[in-house]
């Protein structure tokens, strides 16, 4: 059999998806699936004691599910779909909520997003004047990262905050796209295009790289230049299973963001709904025509939507998703004889998968 290392994986030339690849298990001394630490750094001295962030989409991520998921060490940024006023209250509640627990417990981030351009600039500038530091980051919120615009507005929130603040920007999906980010001052790069569950961009626009090659591509870069070392590779889209959290630590991550397996959570916003005596919760693509139509009055002319609406079935509070994640991760890590991210991704080795491996994969005695 022939393994490959995350590296290997892009010199290869067949960029893969998730479930093209499994994880080799190797010789452990990690006796304990407790015993791993799942700490990540997103650069600049931001850490996580657990590489999970809730991606910042309107039915996913307020103040609710950041309070949630940060209070057990995860990560969830505040979507910027509503208005500023709304925005920083939301920001507002969770900083609140830090003044208002003991020092044993978790302190939540502080992570609002924006967008690019002069209403996102007004935007940044009064949460900024508001909150200042007790920000713990802002994400620079765009389809094509690897542009000129993001590169201004990098530019620009850091001369606003004189380079204190922690900048998360994406999206790219190359490693040319990660070392422009990383080069315009970002401290983390969200990696993936067209990964998401309800994203279209891949089918209305022949636009995207898979999200594990991505990563991939974006680590062999980084890899190769020390000056990229503390710029965190994020994994954005195409998350569906602890597995795939692995794969993109594995191949280079140093954490995931994900929507879906939030969505339809107790904390994601929407009310709970009843389809044919079933208790669900909206999830749209934030380039969904839902999302045209709410928050801008439609598709502008000579536009498309790329991305899509639909039902999740409610599944429970959202730091069980946390911790199950964590689970599998942690018990990845002893079959891959690794005490940390770091480790995990120096020892891990892929092998690709045919269809029929992939049907085994799954628990598939459940069939009927």
């Known amino acids: ?177 990660f070392a422009f980010l990383s080069e315009s001052g970002a401290d983390a790069v969200r990696v993936g295009i067209g990964g998401g569950s309800i994203c279209k961009t891949r089918i209305m626009t022949g636009v995207g790289v898979p999200t594990l090659a991505s990563v991939a591509d974006a680590y062999s870069v980084k890899r190769g230049c020390e000056s990229y070392n503390d710029t965190a590779i994020i994994a954005d889209g195409g998350i569906r299973y602890p597995a795939d959290l692995v794969k993109s630590l594995a191949a280079g991550a140093d954490a995931i963001i994900a929507g879906r397996i939030f969505a339809g959570t107790i904390e994601s916003p929407g009310e709970i709904v009843s389809i044919n005596g079933e208790s669900m919760k909206t999830y749209r693509g934030m380039a969904s025509k839902e999302v045209q139509d709410d928050k801008r009055g439609g598709l502008r002319p000579g536009t498309c939507a790329e991305g899509v609406s639909t039902y999740i079935p409610l599944k429970g509070k959202a730091y069980y998703i946390v911790d199950e994640f964590c689970g599998g991760l942690r018990s990845a890590m002893t079959y891959v004889n690794a005490n940390n991210i770091d480790e995990l991704k120096d020892n891990a080795l892929f092998m690709r998968l045919t269809s029929s491996s992939l049907e085994e994969s799954h628990a598939f005695g459940t069939k009927k």
């Open 1 to 177: 059999m022939k393994y490959y290392t995350a590296l290997e994986l892009v010199e290869d030339g067949k960029p893969p998806s998730f479930d093209d690849v499994l994880l080799v298990p190797r010789y452990t001394e990690v006796r304990s699936r407790l015993k791993p630490c799942i700490q990540t750094s997103l650069g600049s001295g931001l850490y996580l004691q657990t590489p999970i962030i809730s991606s910042p989409m309107d039915t996913v991520t307020d103040s609710t599910m950041a309070i949630s998921i940060g209070s057990h060490g995860a990560m969830g940024i505040v979507h910027r779909f509503m208005s500023t006023e709304e925005q920083s209250s939301h920001i507002k509640r969770i900083i609140e909520h830090n003044q208002n627990i003991s020092a044993l417990e978790i302190q939540v981030p502080v992570v609002p997003a924006i967008g690019v351009g002069d209403d996102e600039r007004d935007r940044f500038f009064k949460l900024y004047k508001e909150y200042g530091l007790n920000l713990t980051s802002v994400a620079i919120d765009v389809a094509n990262g690897h542009s000129s615009y993001m590169r201004e507005a990098i530019k620009w929130v850091k001369d606003i905050t004189n380079g204190e603040l922690h900048v998360i920007a994406g999206n790219v999906a190359t490693g040319l796209g």
